[in-house]
């Protein structure tokens, strides 16, 4: 505990010294990651059990019986008492047998109880169909044959220059990068009225709720910091004082900006894959997101509690949607082609002209 207080202490120093300059972020940046992977596992998800869900304790005790019988059994193999071990372990085998076969039968029929009763709610049924995993076991993708534009089949680091060419057309990567130089804003130097709401330091209260809005299965980007890395306790101070220099200086690691694109198939795919056939999604960085989470919870407070969006914003607002915008067109269309007029018409009208 003492390497990893003296670790924070000696990040927290860097970060303070970093005072706009990119390089030096990126450097403090990577070591801290560096420290992160060498403290902290990455974890991956629960171990998933793989027993099946009608095996039980009771059939796990009858299978360590009968196993104990078999060794007795070789054991003896050769003398005068191998014909009772055979029989012994024979009839542990049959119970055993029996055991699972009644177990089968009983999960079988209760689970088929249990969907009958819930027929009534389709979403609740198709749930537990989910839950049952009834579908055929999935066969590991072999992303490394794949056809090219010519249809030639390419594998191994062929495979992957297809890849890479095909997600940068489809992506727009083959864009220059720009500089990390911030950008300047034509506002500066001029005082906003909301300044003072959305331009104070950040706390450790905001980044505190942005870690636990975050989803404890979620990939890791290109620094491969996952998210339970994040939660610990020991490195929330890092959190915010990153937080703080990229807020001050209006910089950001370099390596934010990268994001590592998985093939993902839009269908069954069988054989050989065409790219056209996949789509991909971008893993970003989650220490990004979090930043983000406060940045969005800030714009969106000041916004909403000020009037700055307008009343027919309907999108990307809390409780509120395209839904409201469409049913709102939907009844006064109605309305106005079956000619329903008077205070009916003007009471809806008022009702849904604002929201």
């Known amino acids: 505990m003492a390497e990893e207080s003296s670790f924070i202490e000696r990040i927290i120093g860097d970060l303070k010294l970093v005072e706009g300059d990119q390089a030096k972020l990126d450097q403090v940046y990577d070591e801290l990651c560096e420290g992160l992977r060498r403290n902290l596992k990455l974890v991956k998800g629960g171990k998933k059990s793989m027993s099946q869900p009608w095996f039980t304790a009771y059939l796990a005790r009858l299978r360590k019986s009968m196993h104990r019988a078999e060794a007795e059994w070789l054991k003896k193999k050769g003398s005068g008492?191998?014909?009772?071990?055979?029989?012994?372990?024979?009839?542990?085998?049959?119970?055993?047998?029996?055991a699972v076969k009644k177990a089968k039968r009983d999960f079988q029929t209760r689970k088929r109880r249990e969907l009958e009763s819930e027929l009534s709610c389709p979403k609740k049924f198709w749930r537990s169909i989910k839950r049952l995993n009834v579908?055929?076991?999935?066969?590991?993708?072999?992303?490394?044959?794949?056809?090219?534009?010519?249809?030639?089949?390419?594998?191994?680091?062929?495979?992957?220059?297809?890849?890479?060419?095909?997600?940068?057309?489809?992506?727009?990567t083959h864009m220059e990068k720009d500089d990390n130089t911030p950008p300047q804003s034509s506002h500066r130097g001029v005082q906003s009225e909301y300044e003072d709401r959305l331009c104070h330091p950040l706390t450790m209260e905001e980044v505190h709720w942005a870690l636990h809005r975050v989803r404890k299965d979620t990939a890791p980007g290109q620094d491969e910091v996952g998210a339970e890395m994040m939660?610990?306790?020991?490195?929330?101070?890092?959190?915010?004082?990153?937080f703080q220099v990229c807020w001050e200086f209006s910089i950001v690691p370099s390596v934010w900006k990268e994001s590592i694109v998985v093939p993902v198939?839009?269908?069954?795919?069988?054989?050989?894959?065409?790219?056209?056939?996949?789509?991909?999604?971008?893993l970003s960085s989650i220490v990004c997101k979090t930043m983000c989470m406060v940045l969005n919870v800030r714009l969106s407070t000041v916004a909403e509690e000020e009037g700055l969006i307008a009343e027919e914003q309907g999108g990307f607002q809390k409780m509120r949607g395209c839904r409201d915008q469409v049913l709102s067109l939907v009844l006064l269309g109605q309305m106005e082609i079956e000619g329903i007029d008077g205070s009916i018409y003007r009471l809806l009208q008022s009702l849904w002209q604002n929201r």
């Open 81 to 98: 008492e191998q014909v009772n071990s055979r029989n012994d372990y024979l009839r542990a085998r049959n119970s055993y047998a029996k």
């Open 135 to 172: 579908h055929n076991s999935k066969k590991k993708r072999n992303l490394l044959e794949v056809l090219d534009e010519d249809g030639k089949l390419r594998t191994d680091e062929e495979a992957v220059e297809v890849w890479a060419k095909h997600f940068s057309k489809l992506l727009g």
């Open 231 to 242: 939660m610990a306790d020991w490195v929330a101070d890092v959190w915010l004082n990153l």
């Open 265 to 282: 198939p839009k269908k069954q795919a069988r054989g050989v894959y065409e790219v056209n056939n996949f789509h991909g999604v971008s």
